[in-house]
């Protein structure tokens, strides 16, 4: 089984690279982050028709998550159940047995800013939701754009992000303290290679210079560590016409794709069935 997530910077005009990625990687599971378009806009169809099913919770121009699924979800949750945000930024699903969490955690914008505060209470409560979720979901992933490099060896020149935003003392022990309710960062149980990032500024030729941030994570319950066995960053997508500033992290897993009963009805608006009428229980890749 093969879960992703991908902050593609605008749905509407990635999609030909993520109708390109999904048929070339061919996931059980991608998770989307910064669609930047509302639900009925979304290309639900054209993500069918390429063999996905969507589930997804946007807005006009900014945020929007969603997960793509080689077979439905079920048990969708869109909002944080601790925290009345207009802003979409989580979103839920179970895959089979798998519980996937999928987050586009804010910016903050810089120190000691309104948006900082915003993201260090927003990290607060998800953690807070994160710790419930697991009491109930012991094969739980947790991934997207966190807006946090963890760890020094995360950043391309570590003194000049000293206590910057993405890089505060506060959003790492954030970060900390999600790994401290039992989850592992999937990409750091591998050997990888030095300067390894999933994020490059588009100014000042980033991406070529590898002037990049490892702020793209997917975190994984003890149940699936163990099961665990690879994570790695395509820095593929990155070096397309008009990309996204992100590039997808990709785990894979021992465990076989599940085949699940599809759900008697549709769990909110932002899904589509894959057959009028009814529901497609697909075998997941």
């Known amino acids: 089984m093969k879960i992703a997530t991908w902050n593609v910077n605008s749905l509407r005009v990635r999609l030909p690279h993520v109708l390109a990625w999904l048929a070339k990687e061919q996931p059980s599971v991608l998770a989307v982050q910064e669609t930047k378009t509302v639900d009925a806009d979304f290309p639900a169809a054209a993500l069918l028709e390429a063999g996905y099913h969507s589930v997804f919770s946007g807005q006009k121009t900014y945020n929007g998550v969603a997960l793509l699924s080689n077979c439905p979800m079920g048990d969708v949750i869109t909002d ?95 970060f900390q303290g999600w790994l401290a309710l039992g989850l592992s960062d999937a990409f750091r149980l591998f050997e990888q290679e030095e300067s390894s990032f999933s994020w490059w500024d588009y100014r000042a030729a980033g991406f070529r210079r590898n002037l990049g941030l490892r702020i793209d994570h997917i975190l994984v319950s003890p149940a699936l560590r163990d099961e665990c066995r690879s994570c790695r960053i395509d820095k593929e997508p990155r070096k397309l016409e008009r990309p996204s500033d992100h590039t997808p992290v990709i785990a894979e897993f021992f465990n076989p794709p599940p085949t699940r009963a599809a759900p008697a009805s549709p769990p909110n608006s932002g899904w589509l069935s894959s057959a009028a009428g009814g529901w497609l229980g697909l075998p997941c890749r």
């Open 80 to 174: 944080l159940p601790n925290l009345q945000d207009p802003q979409r930024r989580i979103l839920a699903g179970t895959f089979g047995d798998v519980r996937v969490i999928d987050l586009y955690v804010p910016n903050g914008s810089e120190m000691g800013s309104d948006k900082y505060a915003y993201k260090l209470d927003w990290l607060a409560k998800v953690q807070a939701f994160i710790a419930d979720e697991l009491t109930r979901h012991p094969r739980l992933v947790v991934l997207g754009d966190f807006n946090i490099a963890p760890e020094d060896r995360d950043v391309y020149d570590p003194e000049a992000w000293r206590d910057k935003i993405l890089c505060s003392v506060a959003e790492r022990d954030a």
